[in-house]
């Protein structure tokens, strides 16, 4: 607990945490205020259905557009905290933190812990923080448009749903984290993580997918990777924004077919499984590498 509150100070500390947060706020602002607007003056969206464009202004209300943050957080998060995982762990093998930590006597396995630690809660930080920035922005935007603040929509169902969102995007954000301080721990450089974290988060899903249309073999892995199990988690968000972003008229249908559908689908709990395991095996990949490093030998 004390590493792990020094991984908390050090992320404090950091720039690069506030700059992140800042650009992922930016861009949460962009989306709910440029949805918010084309809904509202578009001529574009004077075409659309009025349950069609009562479902973009309820995606951006408060407290409708809290399940739109997070699904757009799940999707978009992942890239923001690889790039901070790799700095909390990369950067201390060019500063020689870990040299000189280890050579006082810490003891590599609670080392490499704290710093997947600090990862997760490195995640969590940026979730929280974008999820309040964002309801923050929603309601301001609703006040600011003259719509009404729908606090009876705060059930217990809706709550839920927000609860399980939430859960799984700070599940798909601590991933990643996780597969990067292994990737950082092998490569020991934050640059070089940072770059194979980024491939992966956007290159391997669509690679795999073009392979498997063609090798019977490639499609046989693709159940197994990382990409395809975090789209159907993230299918589970988005459409749990969806079905939140219903018209007020149908709204409490909308959420007793959401209390019915409570459990987590077939898909879902193997797709939690599959990426559990990849979740275990970069924590003991972190763990072993870390180990077994000559520290003294760049």
Request: proline share 4%; aromatic share 8%; charged share 10%.
């Amino acid at each position: 607990m004390k590493m792990l509150a020094g991984e908390v100070f050090k992320l404090r500390r950091m720039r690069v945490t506030w700059v992140l947060m800042l650009i992922l706020v930016a861009f949460e602002a962009l989306m709910i205020g440029g949805m918010a607007y084309w809904a509202q003056s578009s001529p574009d969206a004077q075409k659309m259905t009025a349950e069609e464009r009562e479902q973009v202004v309820a995606a951006t209300s408060f407290p409708a557009s809290i399940p739109s943050t997070l699904s757009f957080i799940a999707s978009l998060g992942p890239l923001f905290a690889i790039i901070l995982a790799a700095r909390v762990v990369g950067d201390e093998y060019a500063w020689g933190t870990a040299k000189q930590q280890v050579s006082m006597g810490v003891d590599r396995r609670r080392y490499i812990a704290s710093k997947l630690a600090g990862a997760a809660v490195a995640s969590l930080f940026l979730l929280v923080g974008a999820v309040l920035a964002g309801a923050a922005i929603s309601l301001v935007v609703t006040m600011a448009l003259g719509r009404p603040v729908e606090i009876g929509m705060l059930t217990p169902p809706f709550l839920a749903e927000v609860a399980r969102g939430a859960g799984i995007a700070w599940f798909t954000l601590g991933l990643y984290s996780v597969f990067t301080v292994c990737v950082a721990t092998l490569a020991r450089s934050s640059a070089t993580a940072t770059a194979i974290g980024i491939l992966v988060l956007l290159l391997e899903g669509s690679v795999v997918g073009s392979l498997a249309t063609r090798f019977a073999t490639v499609a046989r892995i693709a159940p197994y990777t990382i990409g395809y199990n975090v789209n159907v988690l993230l299918s589970l968000v988005e459409r749990g924004g969806a079905g939140q972003a219903a018209p007020a008229a149908a709204h409490q249908a909308a959420q007793a077919a959401q209390a019915q559908a409570a459990a987590l689908p077939p898909g879902a709990v193997r797709a939690f499984v599959v990426l559990g395991v990849w979740f275990a095996a970069s924590v003991a990949c972190s763990l072993w590498a870390f180990s077994r490093q000559e520290l003294g030998m760049e």
